[in-house]
């Protein structure tokens, strides 16, 4: 009896943790997924907080640079009609040049033909 009891006592805790390590095996692999889809899950939901913060990031974005294509097309209206107007006042001022350097010229001729005909 004595071998039999031995047997008996290094047979059963073996035998139970063999069939604790079958039986086990499957419920731990289970809750090791389980736990990885609720964390997969987590991870999900914080890109998905991250997704629809760059959203509306991005919707901003897209009104502010439409805010400054509209200002700057309305910059360069302005400047394309301040080109305009200098250029009216560059003609202007070619043509009172032109009119000023003919009145010089005919001053000269006026004051002298007085001169000469001061002079006789």
Same mark, same amino acid.
Request: glycine content about 4%; overall charge negative; some cysteine.
């Given at each position: 009896?004595?071998?039999?009891?031995?047997?008996?006592?290094?047979?059963?805790?073996?035998?139970?943790?063999?069939?604790?390590?079958?039986?086990?095996?499957?419920?731990?692999?289970? #809750?090791?997924?389980?736990?990885?889809?609720?964390?997969?899950?987590?991870?999900?939901?914080?890109?998905?907080?991250?997704?629809?913060?760059?959203?509306?990031?991005?919707? #901003?974005?897209?009104?502010?640079?439409?805010?400054?294509?509209?200002?700057?097309?309305?910059?360069?209206?302005?400047?394309?009609?301040?080109?305009?107007?200098?250029?009216?006042?560059?003609?202007?001022?070619?043509?009172?040049?032109?009119?000023?350097?003919?009145?010089?010229?005919?001053?000269? #001729?006026?004051?002298?033909?007085?001169?000469?005909?001061?002079?006789?």
């Amino acid at each position: 009896m004595d071998l039999l009891e031995i047997l008996e006592k290094l047979i059963i805790p073996v035998a139970t943790a063999v069939g604790g390590y079958f039986v086990g095996k499957p419920k731990e692999q289970a #809750q090791v997924e389980a736990t990885n889809v609720e964390n997969a899950g987590k991870v999900i939901e914080k890109w998905e907080g991250y997704s629809n913060r760059l959203a509306k990031d991005i919707e #901003q974005l897209r009104a502010i640079i439409e805010d400054l294509n509209e200002a700057l097309r309305l910059a360069n209206d302005e400047r394309m009609a301040c080109i305009r107007t200098l250029a009216d006042l560059q003609k202007k001022y070619d043509d009172l040049m032109i009119l000023y350097n003919k009145l010089q010229m005919e001053l000269k #001729q006026i004051k002298k033909a007085k001169l000469s005909t001061g002079n006789e």
